[in-house]
């Protein structure tokens, strides 16, 4: 299915020039976006930290799609039930096109639980937010198939086109893990994973340096500005930031969090505050959390522009982990604890373009966003960015250059800004899994 998913965060780039982007979008539980996922993702981000592309409904949409590839490993003993699980997953597939490009998300019910379908609605959503006009399924292959009962998996590895309203053209492809579950004598898809490997590529420095006040020593990444620090076992991390003012002039979105997990691992519990900005010029503001691979989800946390916001993520014993937001400037909180399964391998601190779906919204006009008392538990001891060596990360746009410029780390060891440049964002593929 055309899910959200991390994945290695290369840059895309068009496969024609795109004229000036003109995009949409709307606030949804990113997922990220996303999220949004979503971006805005947006998300989604999300959680997708926009114009509403017209929906084009054309045979084209057909014929890209792939026909159905030969099964390479199959494994039940009921070749019926084998049969009619890959052909939901295939009419699902078909439904998700029709419905994107009917903007008629009821196509996609009869093939998805409640649940499920629910989470499609979004991704669609989110999808329109990050000014995708059409997605198409072009290539699917068949890994592996089996039934158990009243349950069922499937493997498929799929290609994905979205193409987008400012004339960019992005391909996919990912390896789905499919859930079903018999419902009423009918298959039904009840979720879809789509495992990633790293999310961020370390040691890549921007082609393109913007004004500002640069980190001497960055990486680089599609959606992710900020610090990242690992090299031993983290338990908690920690971070104050203003929610930064978004300009309602260009539609967009962002995401401001902290971390456990996802540099190096495919793990990644994740806490903060996201605006999006529609095409009305409404910018909305939200807290969320998520946790990979699940999409992020909105909290009962109300932030807005210029709010202090602090937010905490602590491993408490085992799987469980408190994650606390607090809003200081409006004595607002939320707490709650969780059940995750951490590498406990990095911590983050990050300034997000949600993701939705394949691709990642544009990054709004959000100025300067500063963190402050940034610090991670690593190894038991508590520690400043400075302390654990952390390095920083500039987020670029497919032309390699910097659209939001991390700074070096204060003197204090654990104070730094992002600040957006004049730097064009555009929709690329890649990202971590945000639906705003």
């Given at each position: 299915?055309?899910?959200?998913?991390p994945t290695?965060t290369?840059p895309m780039t068009?496969?024609?020039?795109p004229?000036p982007p003109?995009?949409?979008?709307?606030?949804?539980?990113a997922?990220?976006?996303v999220a949004?996922?979503?971006l805005?993702f947006?998300l989604?981000a999300?959680s997708g930290r926009?114009?509403?592309?017209?929906?084009v409904?054309?045979?084209q949409?057909y014929?890209?799609?792939?026909a159905?590839?030969?099964?390479t490993?199959t494994s039940?003993?009921d070749?019926?039930?084998v049969?009619?699980?890959?052909?939901v997953?295939?009419?699902?597939?078909?439904a998700?096109v029709?419905a994107?490009?009917?903007?008629d998300p009821t196509?996609?019910r009869?093939?998805?639980?409640t649940?499920?379908y629910q989470e499609?609605?979004q991704t669609?959503?989110?999808l329109q937010s990050?000014g995708?006009?059409?997605i198409?399924?072009?290539?699917?292959?068949?890994v592996?198939?089996?039934v158990s009962?009243?349950?069922a998996?499937?493997?498929?590895n799929?290609?994905?086109?979205?193409?987008y309203?400012d004339g960019?053209v992005?391909?996919?492809?990912?390896?789905?893990?499919?859930?079903?579950?018999?419902?009423?004598?009918a298959w039904?898809?009840s979720?879809?994973?789509?495992?990633?490997?790293?999310?961020?590529?370390?040691?890549t420095?921007?082609s393109?340096?913007?004004?500002g006040?640069?980190?001497?020593?960055?990486?680089?990444?599609s959606?992710?500005s900020?610090?990242?620090?690992n090299?031993?076992?983290?338990?908690?991390v920690?971070?104050?930031?203003?929610?930064?003012?978004?300009?309602a002039?260009?539609s967009?979105?962002?995401?401001?969090w902290?971390?456990?997990?996802?540099l190096?691992?495919?793990?990644?519990?994740q806490?903060?505050?996201?605006?999006?900005?529609d095409?009305s010029?409404?910018?909305?503001?939200?807290?969320?959390?998520?946790?990979?691979?699940?999409?992020?989800?909105?909290i009962?946390?109300s932030?807005?522009?210029?709010?202090?916001?602090?937010?905490t993520?602590?491993q408490?014993?085992?799987?469980?982990?408190?994650?606390?937001?607090?809003n200081?400037?409006?004595?607002g909180?939320y707490?709650?604890t969780?059940q995750?399964?951490?590498s406990?391998?990095?911590?983050?601190?990050v300034?997000e373009?949600?993701?939705?779906?394949?691709?990642l919204?544009?990054?709004?006009q959000?100025?300067t966003v500063?963190?402050?008392?940034?610090?991670?538990?690593?190894?038991?001891?508590?520690m400043?960015?400075?302390?654990?060596?952390a390095?920083?990360?500039t987020?670029?746009n497919?032309?390699g250059?910097?659209?939001?410029?991390t700074s070096?780390?204060?003197s204090d060891g654990?104070s730094?800004t992002?600040a957006?440049?004049d730097?064009?964002s555009?929709?690329?593929?890649?990202?971590r899994?945000?639906?705003?």
């Amino acid at each position: 299915m055309f899910e959200g998913d991390p994945t290695a965060t290369t840059p895309m780039t068009p496969l024609a020039p795109p004229p000036p982007p003109v995009r949409k979008g709307s606030g949804i539980p990113a997922g990220r976006l996303v999220a949004l996922g979503l971006l805005a993702f947006v998300l989604a981000a999300f959680s997708g930290r926009i114009d509403l592309g017209s929906l084009v409904s054309t045979a084209q949409s057909y014929v890209d799609r792939a026909a159905p590839a030969v099964q390479t490993n199959t494994s039940s003993n009921d070749t019926a039930a084998v049969a009619a699980v890959k052909d939901v997953v295939q009419r699902a597939n078909e439904a998700q096109v029709q419905a994107y490009a009917r903007s008629d998300p009821t196509l996609m019910r009869a093939t998805a639980t409640t649940s499920y379908y629910q989470e499609l609605v979004q991704t669609n959503q989110g999808l329109q937010s990050s000014g995708a006009q059409s997605i198409a399924l072009t290539k699917l292959e068949w890994v592996d198939v089996t039934v158990s009962g009243t349950t069922a998996n499937a493997v498929t590895n799929e290609t994905w086109r979205t193409t987008y309203t400012d004339g960019s053209v992005a391909d996919s492809t990912d390896r789905n893990e499919y859930t079903l579950v018999l419902q009423a004598g009918a298959w039904k898809i009840s979720a879809d994973v789509q495992p990633t490997t790293q999310i961020i590529t370390p040691g890549t420095a921007p082609s393109v340096t913007q004004p500002g006040t640069p980190a001497s020593v960055t990486s680089s990444s599609s959606n992710w500005s900020g610090y990242a620090a690992n090299g031993g076992t983290f338990t908690s991390v920690t971070a104050t930031w203003t929610v930064p003012t978004v300009s309602a002039t260009s539609s967009g979105a962002d995401a401001t969090w902290v971390g456990i997990g996802g540099l190096t691992s495919n793990d990644l519990l994740q806490a903060g505050t996201q605006a999006m900005v529609d095409g009305s010029g409404t910018v909305e503001y939200s807290s969320w959390i998520e946790m990979l691979p699940q999409s992020s989800r909105n909290i009962p946390l109300s932030v807005s522009a210029g709010d202090s916001v602090t937010v905490t993520i602590t491993q408490q014993s085992g799987n469980d982990w408190l994650i606390a937001m607090k809003n200081n400037t409006t004595n607002g909180s939320y707490s709650v604890t969780v059940q995750y399964s951490s590498s406990n391998s990095s911590a983050e601190w990050v300034q997000e373009a949600p993701s939705v779906g394949r691709g990642l919204i544009s990054l709004d006009q959000f100025g300067t966003v500063k963190f402050s008392g940034a610090s991670a538990v690593r190894d038991g001891k508590t520690m400043s960015l400075s302390a654990l060596g952390a390095k920083a990360i500039t987020m670029i746009n497919g032309q390699g250059q910097a659209i939001a410029q991390t700074s070096t780390i204060a003197s204090d060891g654990s104070s730094f800004t992002i600040a957006r440049t004049d730097a064009t964002s555009s929709p690329q593929t890649g990202g971590r899994r945000r639906r705003p």
